[in-house]
């Protein structure tokens, strides 16, 4: 089954506590993206990874970090966390030319 | 700046009336426009999409439009049921080619019934 999976999907923390959120698919893509969705802001894209090893800034990178050091793992680092990155993550993947697929998210409280 | 305008951000229908989401884009480039509903605590997902080569398309009660003169693309449902209740997101692409999908800021979708 073709899928985007994403873990943990709750998570709650401490400011400052290092954390990472896991993204994995299954379908080869090679577009993968992080999201964070606030209430009336929709989705913005934090970081995007067009290929192995090549990764870039979205629209709202500031506090994150990003790896693609294989094909299908697509890992989300908040090195210091603070509460203004409390929201709920989505993961997604996209095929050249093909519909872009959402993990399940990852509801995010940083204390 | 690359931006995705939608309204309304609230809509209340009757059931079996029907439904309309408009958005508007900034950049003439942009050539993918997909839909996407979210229900409540999961994850977006794709219900139509259209290309810029193609005015309207059709699946079933829902219908997308596009205006690539005016930038501006469309949702339709008809004859809406309680299970369309939802959170409504456009997207455009940006640049091309590139893997970047800017979204709208949301619709949410009240079927009364």
């Known amino acids: 089954e073709a899928q985007v999976t994403q873990n943990p999907r709750y998570l709650i923390t401490v400011t400052g506590k290092k954390l990472t959120v896991t993204c994995s698919q299954n379908?080869?893509?090679?577009?993968m993206s992080w999201y964070r969705q606030d209430p009336g802001l929709g989705l913005r894209q934090i970081y995007y990874?067009?290929?192995?090893?090549?990764?870039d800034k979205g629209d709202v990178p500031e506090g994150y970090k990003v790896s693609r050091k294989e094909k299908r793992n697509f890992p989300l680092i908040l090195e210091s966390p603070s509460p203004n990155q409390t929201s709920l993550y989505f993961c997604?993947?996209?095929?050249?030319?093909?519909?872009?697929?959402f993990g399940p998210g990852t509801r995010l409280l940083v204390l | 700046g690359e931006n995705v305008e939608q309204h309304p951000s609230t809509l209340s229908v009757q059931e079996g009336d029907s439904a309309v989401i408009k958005c508007t884009y900034s950049?003439?480039?942009?050539?993918?426009f997909p839909w996407y509903k979210q229900e409540l605590g999961k994850r977006p997902q794709l219900i139509i999409d259209?290309?810029?080569?193609?005015g309207e398309k059709k699946d079933q009660r829902i219908a997308v439009t596009l205006n690539k003169t005016a930038k501006h693309f469309s949702l339709h449902i008809t004859e809406t049921q309680p299970e369309d209740s939802a959170v409504y997101f456009c997207?455009?692409?940006?640049?091309?080619?590139?893997?970047?999908?800017?979204f709208g800021a949301g619709t949410i979708l009240r079927v009364k019934s």
């Open positions: 997604a993947s996209r095929g050249v030319q093909e519909t872009q697929y």
């Open positions: 379908m080869n893509h090679e577009y």
């Open positions: 990874s067009m290929n192995v090893e090549v990764t």
């Open positions: 950049d003439s480039a942009s050539n993918y």
């Open positions: 259209i290309r810029s080569n193609v």
């Open positions: 997207a455009a692409s940006y640049p091309p080619g590139r893997n970047k999908l800017v």
